[in-house]
């Protein structure tokens, strides 16, 4: 089992920063692709931005692209996505997830996931 909690999330204005960060626990971290994603009200969930097991290659949706950075801090079981020039559209609840193998922009190929943060965008 692997336990994940995320933290970071808040009220920022346009063209503001946030960095989340995904805490994990249990069984060993290093092993698992990474992956962020969101979701919005009345929107289905989608993939944001995911690391593979060794922090060598990261993958990101077209819209975080030039503006999100995930990154993976093995040491301290930790992932992050630092998020810059945010825009009212990127207001969701952002989670965390966990997955044995490949990065995957499937959410429902995941095994473990955080309990959420919520990002909030004013304009």
């Known amino acids: 089992q692997v336990q994940l909690v995320e933290s970071g999330g808040g009220l920022v204005q346009a063209g503001g920063s946030l960095i989340l960060a995904c805490a994990a626990s249990g069984r060993s971290f290093s092993g698992y692709a990474m992956g962020w994603f969101r979701q919005a009200p009345g929107k289905e969930r989608e993939f944001v931005a995911g690391?593979?097991?060794?922090?060598?290659?990261?993958y990101y949706t077209d819209s975080a692209k030039g503006r999100f950075t995930i990154s993976r801090d093995t040491a301290k079981n930790t992932v992050y996505l630092e998020m810059n020039s945010l825009k009212p559209e990127d207001t969701a609840v952002y989670s965390c997830?966990?997955?044995?193998?490949?990065?995957?922009?499937?959410?429902?190929?995941?095994?473990?996931w955080g309990q959420g943060t919520q990002v909030t965008v004013s304009s």
């Open positions: 997830a966990a997955r044995g193998g490949l990065v995957s922009t499937n959410w429902s190929t995941h095994q473990y």
């Open positions: 690391i593979n097991w060794s922090g060598t290659s990261t």
